[in-house]
């Protein structure tokens, strides 16, 4: 079995245990992960926090940090096809997915090495004739970096980017599922040359190493992606040091559909908005809202797309839906589609998965219509099942699309301008696509409200949340200061 390492203060190492990871697509253990309990958890916070305040790392100009970024950026397009392959086999994302997605994280990190030096203070036109006032913008401190199983490359590289590009430390947490990725990337980091404990890469489980990492006092800011449960924990364990937080939770984001839209360009976006990445994703359209007229003729197609989906082997370039990540997520979506069912939801296509292959699950449409309090509809199943809900007119395709505590994407397919502007205007949700879904740029902000988070990633916004004002006076005049206790 192949094996892999912590990474802590420039060095690999084995970490406190070890763990079996699974792959997806046989069930069965291919390799040895190592495990950080709290010792290891500690030694990585005591490096990035020393490294933080090392010359190494502190005196390094913006413009060099930001080239040494760019080289990890070449590393990590060089390594692209390779951390794909990796990616894969650990997670059972699709391979046409993981390529795509790798190289495009060079671009991230190529964005915030561009970034580094463009992160300016400010001077302000103070009140007073002998004073010179002005913003530092600084670096927070050790960052922790908390990422879920899926697309761990890129989640991190929207942590990792902004941050080093503010100039702060950090101890990233790969998920202990499918963490192979980020710690092989963590050879990417080394050979790059960041100073050691600039970035530290571990992985272990949430009790003995993600709470470990987020209580840890000299952990300034958690940037944390993943479920809502764990993100409680993460902002209880942040207020014993009052570190920030950011939050990129789930969704249940709404994909809207008007008797106006072009049906086929709705369809695919549908499909990709809801079966891609096997619907493992955060911004997933798992509701799908159309209008009542086209209902029939939307769900005819998306039913003949999802059934023409190829499910099969991860790692084959021409598979379209590859298998969940986790057992344990599978038989969540089984129970919750059970359950939906039995509440009257109807079965449009899929909903019967294969007992014998992994951990496999169909792309599965739900007619919800006669089954409004079915869990599909509210629940983020992280899996490929899409939720259908029929609308009478505007005002009610709005007020279902906001029917849920979640607010992450959403998706509005119309021809019509002016109603597409009401409707970006009036849904609750940190992205609205128009005609389109899923596009993302490192340049555009991204998050949620809500349920769905808060705080920023991606752009130069994500960047100044890593960083603190400073605001410094300094006195123009030469005259002495006079004695404040003695009346003129
Ligand atoms: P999860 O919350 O179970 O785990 C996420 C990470 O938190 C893992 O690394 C885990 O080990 C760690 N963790 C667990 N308990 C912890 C604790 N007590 N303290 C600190 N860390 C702890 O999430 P998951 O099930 O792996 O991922 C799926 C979730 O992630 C979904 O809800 C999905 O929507 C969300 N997600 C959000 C985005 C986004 O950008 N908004 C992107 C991808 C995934």
Request: one cysteine or more.
């Amino acid at each position: 079995m192949d094996r892999f390492q912590l990474y802590i203060d420039g060095k690999f190492e084995p970490g406190a245990a070890s763990f079996e990871s699974i792959d997806p697509a046989t069930g069965k253990p291919w390799a040895m992960m190592p495990e950080a309990r709290a010792a290891d958890v500690e030694r990585a916070v005591e490096a990035a926090h020393r490294a933080f305040l090392a010359p190494e790392w502190a005196g390094l100009t913006a413009t060099a940090r930001g080239k040494l970024l760019m080289r990890l950026a070449d590393l990590v397009q060089q390594a692209a096809p390779r951390l794909a392959q990796i990616e894969t086999r650990d997670t059972g994302k699709i391979i046409r997915e993981t390529s795509a997605q790798i190289a495009y994280v060079a671009d991230y990190y190529r964005y915030y090495a561009g970034l580094a030096d463009k992160i300016e203070g400010a001077h302000l036109p103070i009140d007073k004739p002998d004073m010179e006032v002005w913003l530092r913008r600084e670096p927070v401190g050790v960052v922790a970096a908390i990422v879920p199983w899926n697309s761990q490359l890129f989640l991190s590289a929207v942590k990792i980017g902004p941050a080093l590009a503010a100039g702060c430390t950090l101890v990233v947490k790969a998920s202990e599922d499918g963490p192979a990725p980020l710690l092989e990337f963590a050879r990417l980091v080394h050979e790059a040359g960041f100073p050691p404990g600039v970035v530290n890469i571990i992985t272990g489980f949430g009790a003995t190493c993600g709470q470990v990492l987020t209580t840890h006092p000299k952990v300034a800011h958690i940037a944390f992606t993943g479920g809502v449960e764990t993100a409680r924990h993460v902002v209880r364990g942040s207020a014993e040091n009052l570190a920030r937080t950011s939050l990129e939770l789930g969704g249940k984001s709404p994909f809207i559909v008007f008797a106006d839209a072009d049906l086929e360009s709705a369809a695919n976006a549908q499909v990709a908005a809801i079966f891609a990445a096997t619907g493992q994703s955060c911004v997933a359209g798992s509701r799908l809202l159309v209008e009542e007229s086209v209902k029939a003729v939307l769900l005819a197609r998306l039913k003949q797309k999802a059934e023409a989906v190829r499910m099969g082997a991860p790692d084959d370039m021409a598979t379209e839906v590859g298998p969940l990540c986790t057992a344990r997520q599978r038989d969540r979506i089984v129970r919750v589609v059970a359950e939906s069912l039995a509440c009257g939801a109807r079965l449009i296509a899929g909903g019967t998965p294969d007992a014998d292959t992994g951990q496999f699950y169909p792309p599965t449409i739900l007619d919800c219509s006669d089954a409004p309090q079915a869990p599909c509809l509210t629940e983020e199943l992280f899996g490929p099942v899409l939720s259908v809900l029929g609308f009478k007119d505007e005002e009610h395709a709005l007020t279902l699309a906001n029917e849920t505590r979640y607010g992450l994407a959403s998706g509005v397919f119309t021809q019509n301008l002016t109603r597409a502007h009401r409707m970006i205007r009036g849904i609750r949700a940190g992205v609205v696509w128009v005609n389109t879904y899923r596009a993302v740029s490192p340049m555009a902000p991204f998050g949620g409200h809500g349920l769905s988070g808060f705080g920023r990633e991606g752009g130069l916004a994500a960047a100044l949340d890593y960083t603190t004002v400073k605001t410094v006076w300094l006195r123009t005049s030469d005259s002495p200061i006079p004695d404040p206790f003695v009346m003129r």
